[in-house]
């Protein structure tokens, strides 16, 4: 699996405090290994899921993981609240 920043960089920066996205990227053949860490990952409190089908000549999928966030947003009818967690 490849990773988009190297250990001794992300070491670098967290020491620095600094907010960092790690990611990395994979292709499946079926949705069964998506599906199994979908509902592993939902288990947990605040944790969250972003996905997305993208439609045109290439085809393709994304799929965002968070948990713990800093802040949560919550939308009811008309309103919106801020929570922070």
Known sequence: MII????KD???????KK??????SKKVK??????????????EKNSFI?????KGKIKGRYTIFGKNPDKIWE?????SYLIKN
């Open 4 to 7: 988009n920043r190297s250990f």
């Open 19 to 24: 907010n960092q996205i790690i990611y990395t």
């Open 75 to 79: 939308f009811n009818n008309q309103s």
């Open 10 to 16: 992300f070491k670098f920066r967290h020491r620095s």
């Open 50 to 54: 972003f996905e997305s089908v993208e």
């Open 30 to 43: 079926n949705d069964e290994e998506v599906l199994n860490l979908i509902n592993n990952f939902l288990e």
